[in-house]
């Protein structure tokens, strides 16, 4: 059973930047994806950016890409996410994602992530 670990999240101005992280522990395998959702209230969740272990390859939501960056910590299960410039639009509850053997057509799918975080509020507001 993984366990992931969120931190990071908080109020922002537009403009502004955060760092989310998440650590992953028990039951991870080398061949992990990484990765980050998010849901706004009233809508629906959607992917935000993943990283996969083998080859290193990330993966952006159009909304955030040249924004967001993904990158993996130099312990081997910590992710984090990178967020410049925001916009209010980003303000929603952040979910870390893992899965030990994600196949490519499903990184941007949230029902095919075994595990899940808890969440993190992020609020970008003047």
């Known amino acids: 059973q993984v366990q992931l670990a969120e931190s990071g999240g908080g109020l922002v101005q537009p403009g502004g930047s955060l760092r989310l992280s998440c650590v992953a522990s028990?039951?991870?395998?080398?061949?992990?994806?990484m990765g980050w959702f998010r849901q706004a209230p009233g809508k629906e969740r959607e992917f935000v950016a993943a990283?996969?272990?083998?080859?290193?390859?990330?993966y952006y939501a159009d909304s955030v890409k040249g924004r967001f960056t993904i990158s993996r910590g130099n312990a081997e299960t910590t992710v984090f996410l990178q967020m410049n410039n925001l916009i209010p639009e980003d303000t929603a509850v952040y979910y870390c994602?893992?899965?030990?053997?994600?196949?490519?057509?499903?990184?941007?799918?949230?029902?095919?992530?075994?595990?899940w975080g808890q969440g993190t509020q992020v609020t970008v507001s003047s």
């Open positions: 994602v893992f899965d030990n053997s994600l196949i490519l057509s499903s990184v941007r799918v949230a029902k095919d992530y075994d595990y």
């Open positions: 028990g039951g991870t395998r080398s061949s992990y994806t």
């Open positions: 990283i996969r272990r083998r080859g290193g390859y990330t």
